[in-house]
């Protein structure tokens, strides 16, 4: 698995080394009591306690340090995992493997469970049968009630786990259903002013909140009781072992001394089951989560090797037999797209809405993979680049913009973490945003979380245009790039595609508007995921206009008809 690492593993082996030892160390209070009770007591001798309490003095201090120490090594082995693992976690979560909020609430759930005493009570468990042994030693009688005490405690535990396993996924799933919602909902907020859908959204998102309030309260019923039943046992065992060490001591079988001993070694005996059953919920919580981020982690697909470093292509761009097929569907998405540019040219997409003009800029761009074909940049295909070189290659511009929370400079510097200032404003100048930053109240330093509700669906448009040119891609794939600019918005773009033709570069622009193609060379004309059209920009047009004449003439002479 991908969050497990060697070091992980040594720092485990420590832990378990300390627990050795502060289990060993906690045999001190039995032995200190059964050595007052028959010894001193016995001897009257003072010199002996006070060397037996000097001797347990220390004893105690090597076992606060060593517990303070395997307590901040498990804390350490839980950082790691999370440091380890978050980034695959983002990976899965910007891929659309899972909900935006859910792995970030499983490492949080990972790092409580290793933040918290639970994990140290689960490595003490398996030191009870050599504490129940030892009271074996003092009496078979009082070895035999703790252990009958010890399997009741360990059958409640596993019963516990069994029962509220179901109970607890219900919940997860509730929760993760409710924080869904809440999230489409921030996303929408405008449409649900706007509809006056406000009420309605309450009304669901309290329904789901609700069932997940209603799921986690029976899971806490039911894990309550067993938590609760565990707790009062224990207490009447610790009772009921002194009750039958004392009759042993009327028999004459066992000293005071031993029946003291006994039923504080009991209590240490027992006390990691009691406290795991306690802390039972965490322990589950962080299992569950751990098995997610497993399963989530295993998606991710896999750099088995290091691809070498290609030089920067020229913006020689072919797509050949290019087909996509999605799991369940009769008819493909797309199918037969072959074509080709060179450098300098631009070439516009044509066609109705859901003709997979969006789905083929998303595999040009590497979001998704063909069911078959081939699409080389530069001579080598895709693949051959890994996903951070590629976007240096190929700007793009999706439907659907989106600005990050940070600065605008870091917003065009495609929020790497030291934008180079002179790349970034060359950008913005080419994208025809420069003058329009520089009104912002801190130019290019403005959070962009302060101004977003200020920005025009065309301003977003033109600074995610600058995103695309940062770092002078040689490509660029631009989905509906004006479908909210003004005149002036598509000037600029028409600028930038024409300065990007004059440098060598290509781009391939899906557009409904014909503003957008005005620079174009050559026009493919999508129907149905097919392409019905490709060639010059005139010879199509020219086609296209054609179609259209003959298309009225047959209209008329049905409507004459």
Request: hydrophobic residues 50%; charged residues 15%.
């Amino acid at each position: 698995m991908i969050l497990t690492r060697a070091k992980c593993w040594s720092l485990l082996g420590w832990t378990i080394f300390f627990s050795i030892l502060t289990n060993l160390l906690m045999l001190t209070g039995p032995l200190f009591m059964l050595q007052v009770y028959d010894r001193v007591l016995g001897s009257r001798s003072e010199e002996t306690l006070v060397a037996l309490t000097g001797l347990v003095a220390v004893l105690y201090l090597a076992y606060g340090v060593l517990e303070f120490v395997r307590g901040r090594v498990v804390a350490r082995i839980g950082g790691r995992l999370q440091a380890t693992g978050q980034a695959h976690v983002f990976a899965a979560a910007v891929s659309g493997r899972a909900r935006a909020a859910q792995p970030s609430n499983d490492l949080d759930a990972m790092g409580a469970l290793t933040g918290s005493s639970a994990l140290l009570n689960v490595l003490d468990v398996p030191w009870t049968p050599l504490f129940i042994a030892a009271i074996f030693l003092f009496h078979p009688v009082l070895g035999t009630v703790a252990l009958v005490g010890a399997v009741v405690l360990l059958g409640n535990a596993l019963l516990n786990q069994s029962v509220t396993r179901r109970a607890r996924q219900h919940t997860r799933q509730a929760q993760g259903a409710a924080q869904t919602f809440g999230v489409t909902a921030v996303a929408g907020a405008e449409v649900i002013r706007a509809q006056g859908m406000l009420p309605a959204m309450q009304s669901r998102w309290a329904t789901l909140r609700n069932r997940a309030l209603l799921a986690e309260t029976r899971a806490g019923d039911r894990s309550g009781f067993f938590s609760s039943g565990g707790k009062a046992f224990r207490l009447f065992l610790q009772s009921a072992i002194l009750a039958v060490g004392a009759w042993l001591v009327l028999q004459g079988e066992l000293t005071a001394g031993a029946m003291i001993a006994a039923s504080i070694l009991l209590g240490r005996a027992l006390a990691p089951l009691e406290q795991t059953i306690a802390q039972w919920d965490m322990i589950q919580r962080g299992m569950a989560a751990w098995h997610d981020l497993k399963e989530l982690t295993a998606t991710l697909p896999q750099e088995d090797v290091t691809r070498t470093a290609l030089p920067r292509p020229d913006a020689h761009f072919a797509v050949s037999r290019l087909t996509l097929m999605r799991p369940g569907e009769d008819e493909p998405l797309l199918q037969g797209i072959e074509f080709s540019l060179s450098p300098g040219e631009v070439m516009g997409v044509i066609g109705a809405s859901g003709a997979g003009k969006s789905t083929l800029a998303r595999l040009l761009v590497g979001l998704e993979q063909p069911t078959a074909g081939r699409i080389s940049l530069g001579g080598a295909s895709l693949n051959q680049y890994d996903a951070e070189a590629l976007g240096q290659h190929i700007g793009y511009l999706p439907q659907e913009v989106h600005l990050f929370d940070g600065t605008i400079a870091e917003n065009i510097a495609q929020m790497t973490l030291s934008p180079e200032p002179g790349r970034v404003i060359d950008a913005a100048r080419r994208a025809g945003v420069h003058a329009f930053i520089l009104s912002l109240p801190d130019g290019y330093d403005t959070q962009v979380g302060r101004i977003a509700f200020r920005l025009s669906g065309g301003q977003k448009q033109r600074l995610a245009l600058a995103r695309a040119l940062y770092g002078d891609p040689v490509i660029l794939v631009l989905d509906e790039p004006n479908s909210a600019l003004d005149a002036e918005g598509s000037d600029a773009l028409n600028r930038a595609l024409v300065n990007l033709k004059a440098a060598g570069g290509s781009a391939i622009v899906m557009t409904h508007r014909p503003s957008a193609i005005t620079v174009a060379d050559r026009l493919m004309v999508l129907e149905h995921g097919r392409i019905t059209a490709l060639g010059s920009k005139a010879d199509v047009m020219k086609t296209m206009i054609s179609n259209a004449a003959d298309l009225r003439t047959v209209m008329k002479k049905e409507a004459s008809a």
